[in-house]
Each structure stands twice: as C-alpha cells, then as structure tokens.
C-alpha cells in the first residue's frame, strides 16, 4: 500500500513537473518570438537640412534599420533560432513519450541543446547591448556620436526586443534547473522502487 502511494506520488510530480517546464518552454517562445519581431520590425526614418542654398535648405533623408548593424542581425537570427528549438521541444514533449528514452541520453541532448541555445542567445543579447550603449551615449574618444538623440523609437524599440530576449535567455535557465534538479531526482538508478 505504501509503495502505491510512493508510486503515484512520484508520479503526480513529474507531470506537474512536466506541466512546468511546458510553461517555461512556451513563455520562453513567446518571449523569443516577440524579440525577434519587434527587431525585425525595428526602422525609424528622419529628414534633416544639411545646408541652406539661398533660402532653399537642403534636405536629406535618413533611415535607421536594423539590417545596419551586424550585431542585430545576429540578435535576429538568434533569436529565431531560439524560437524554433522551443517549438521543437515543446513539440517533442507533447509527443514523443518518456519511453523513447535510453539511459538518460534524450536528458543529455535536451540539456545541451538548450545550454548551446542559451549561450548563442546571450551572446547576440550582449552584442546588442554593447550596440545600444554606443548609439545612446557615443564614444567622445573614437569621436562617435550619439544615434539615439535622432533616432529615438529606433533604439527605444530596440531595447524593448533587448529586455524580451534577455527575458527569454530567463526562461531557458529556469527550464535547465528544473530539468537538472528532476532529473537528478527522479533517475533510475537511484530510485530504490526500480530495483
């Protein structure tokens, strides 16, 4: 009787378990998803005078896009990427059942595939907020001046898709610790029921 209840004791956890790192897996697409588009979307245009012919100024137009930077580019496709791997494993985890497991090995792959996507998101994160900093102060020794005084919903936006993927790399980290703490938990060869 008591083995029972150990039993579906154990196993009302891991669902709940599962049902939450299904959650963190979705708020991590969604948060992803949301980073690229507004990124993506992400382009300001601004008409200024550059000199003055008689009375007639002379107009130029310029546009802000994030396809002039390689850095955004980079957060772009990143987080892209990032978007998939969460629907390839939410869509794993809806359908291919925990029997598909040998010895730990779908653990080991799911684990490194989300750290290697951790780090390629944090590293376009970064390179974007090193771009940020540079277009909203300038650098006054490589005599580089300030982008955002003219383009400020450029780099306001820009920033919102920033704090969205820095967001999502938080969601992935929460979906790591809890499949590391459960699977060290919940492992085979310590459970003395598998005996």
Same mark, same amino acid.
């Given at each position: 009787? @008591?083995?029972?209840?150990?039993?579906?004791?154990?196993?009302?956890?891991?669902?709940?378990?599962?049902?939450?790192?299904?959650?963190?897996? *979705? %708020?991590?697409?969604? @948060?992803?998803?949301?980073?690229?588009?507004?990124? @993506?979307? &992400?382009?300001?245009?601004?008409?200024?005078a550059?000199?003055? +012919?008689? &009375?007639?100024? *002379?107009?130029?137009?310029?546009? @802000?896009?994030?396809?002039?930077?390689?850095?955004? +580019?980079?957060? *772009?496709? /990143?987080?892209?990427?990032?978007?998939?791997?969460? !629907?390839?494993?939410l869509?794993?985890?809806?359908?291919?059942?925990?029997? #598909?497991?040998?010895?730990?090995?779908?653990?080991?792959?799911?684990?490194?595939?989300?750290? *290697?996507?951790?780090?390629? !998101?944090?590293?376009?994160?970064?390179?974007? /907020?090193?771009?940020?900093?540079?277009?909203r102060?300038?650098?006054?020794?490589?005599?580089?001046?300030?982008?955002?005084?003219?383009?400020?919903?450029?780099?306001d936006?820009?920033?919102?898709?920033?704090?969205?993927? #820095?967001?999502?790399? %938080?969601?992935?980290?929460?979906?790591?610790?809890?499949?590391?703490?459960?699977?060290?938990?919940?492992?085979?060869?310590?459970?003395?029921?598998?005996?």
């Amino acid at each position: 009787m @008591a083995v029972e209840k150990l039993v579906g004791y154990v196993s009302a956890r891991k669902s709940r378990v599962m049902m939450l790192v299904i959650l963190l897996r *979705v %708020l991590a697409l969604f @948060a992803t998803i949301a980073a690229t588009v507004v990124m @993506a979307l &992400n382009k300001e245009s601004h008409t200024f005078a550059v000199a003055t +012919i008689g &009375n007639t100024p *002379v107009k130029i137009t310029i546009t @802000a896009k994030f396809q002039h930077t390689p850095a955004n +580019i980079m957060f *772009v496709v /990143a987080n892209a990427v990032a978007s998939l791997h969460s !629907l390839l494993m939410l869509s794993l985890m809806c359908f291919v059942s925990q029997k #598909y497991d040998f010895k730990g090995l779908r653990f080991i792959i799911v684990t490194a595939l989300d750290m *290697v996507t951790i780090a390629y !998101l944090s590293g376009a994160a970064t390179a974007v /907020a090193f771009m940020g900093e540079l277009a909203r102060n300038g650098n006054s020794h490589a005599r580089w001046n300030k982008v955002c005084d003219n383009f400020e919903r450029y780099c306001d936006q820009g920033s919102g898709a920033m704090l969205a993927s #820095y967001i999502g790399i %938080l969601f992935f980290m929460l979906v790591n610790l809890v499949n590391i703490f459960e699977h060290g938990r919940f492992n085979p060869s310590k459970n003395p029921l598998s005996a």
